[in-house]
């Protein structure tokens, strides 16, 4: 099971991911959480993503194709995977497919979770992750029991630094120029699926699996 998740920032797609990562037992391949271990370490991946990251704006092809190029040769991704928030630009999208062929391999589906704008970013301004195991909760509507702890491992909890209402615009005009042609390019493709990302956490997850399960992944 090769599986997309896309979608706007804020949409749910690392909340989704996640939850299909447990059920189908395969991982979840997030490029901005990537980045963002690579800026808390202090590698070069991180220095060269950081100043993009931080001002909303992409980090460029040749460096995000390379880190999942790495990624989907791991042997955890043997039996599948799901990507979240990659591929974020046709040209990634090209890039892709030719990895996966090179790996045998290709997409089986495409979940596309459509919110809309005001939506996101309120979802985005009240979204906390966990420092210890990258939960992901939200103030208002996916509290942790204990405000500020991770309800999974007891880490405290952060805000993103791009999590801003200001960086969020950017990342949201960005996401109009660059990465909404992907819809177009996978209906093409014929694996397009459009979620109704409007519901809660569980009813969009459901509508995912019947999805996945009726008309097989
Ligand atoms: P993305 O990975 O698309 O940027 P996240 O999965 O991080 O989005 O979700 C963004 C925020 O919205 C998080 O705080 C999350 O808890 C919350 N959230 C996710 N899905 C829903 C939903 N269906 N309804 C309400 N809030 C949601
Ligand atoms: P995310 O966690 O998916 O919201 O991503 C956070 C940030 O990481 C984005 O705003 C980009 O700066 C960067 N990023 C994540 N995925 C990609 C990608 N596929 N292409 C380029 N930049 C990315």
New binding site residues.
Partial sequence: MQLLIM???????????AKLATRYGIPQI?T?EMFRLAVSAGTELGKQAKACMESGKLVPDEVTVGIVRERLSGVDCAKGFIL??FPRTVAQAESLKLILADLGKQLSSVLN?NVPMEELIE??I???ICKGCGA???IK??APKVEGICDACGCDLYQRADDTAETLGKRLRVYEASTRPLIEYYKAVGIYNEID?????E??TLEIISILENRGA
Avoid: E, L, W
Wanted: glycine share 24%; hydrophobic share 20%.
């Fill in positions: 979608g706007p920032p804020g949409a749910g797609k690392g909340t989704q991911a997030s901005g979240d928030g979770v979802r985005a009240g979204r906390r992901t909760y939200h509507f996916n990302g409007r519901q809660p956490i009813k969009v």
